[in-house]
């Protein structure tokens, strides 16, 4: 009991990091972009959608890290925590975007209804959920060793795959505005964080691979 609580809490300490660092880097590029210092629930907002996405990324990652150094321990441990942290922040994320922002007249990262975001955003959300409710030693026993880790590891890539394809839709417009203007100086925050969970699919993907062929 004592070492889950430690595990909680380094993985919302983890998360309280980086929705600090995302307030702050969206606090400046707000104003590199517009000359404005203003900070308000929008940019925590887009903040949370960040951590989200970072946390649930760092989840697989670890996975795959732990496969690739062939290292276990502290990092597979973790790896729960961090990856139910990101559901839920991402769960706040999407009720304040669609609830609260536009509810108090402030505008939501979804503003424009861009209805494949939506459709991949709540479908990533309802697969973490599942996901996250399976997560336990009872459905463990229930369905199986096997089938529970087959469970939670291809569902989780593809939450993840769909989460990056949320960020994609969403902010690609900014994203390409970036590459070819570099304008502002500081791309959207999105950017890095889709990539990551890009290269983290990616990695797995080639773990996969490595792995039937030394089968055959």
Not at 139 to 168: E, I, N, Q
Not at 188 to 194: D, G, H, I, M
């Amino acid at each position: 009991m004592l070492q889950e609580k430690r595990l909680w809490a380094r993985a919302v300490l983890w998360a309280l990091a980086v929705a600090a660092f995302g307030c702050l880097y969206f606090f400046v590029r707000q104003y590199i972009r517009s000359g404005v210092w203003h900070f308000g629930l929008g940019l925590v907002n887009k903040s949370l959608g960040v951590t989200s996405l970072v946390m649930i990324t760092l989840s697989m990652f670890l996975t795959s890290w732990s496969r690739f150094f062939k290292r276990g321990g502290r990092s597979l441990a973790l790896r729960k925590y961090v990856g139910l942290t990101g559901f839920w922040l991402g769960l706040l994320h999407g009720a304040l975007d669609h609830l609260l922002l536009p509810a108090i007249g402030l505008r939501s990262e979804n503003e424009s209804g861009n209805i494949p975001a939506n459709a991949v955003g709540w479908t990533a959300l309802v697969l973490f959920a599942v996901l996250t409710i399976i997560s336990n030693e009872t459905a463990r026993r229930k369905l199986g060793t096997a089938l529970w880790r087959k469970a939670l590891r291809y569902g989780g890539y593809a939450g993840l795959t769909l989460a990056v394809a949320h960020s994609a839709f969403l902010k690609g417009d900014s994203w390409s505005n970036f590459f070819r203007t570099f304008d502002p100086a500081l791309p959207s925050l999105s950017l890095p964080a889709a990539l990551f969970g890009a290269i983290t699919v990616l990695l797995r993907l080639a773990l996969w691979i490595s792995g039937r062929r030394k089968k055959a």
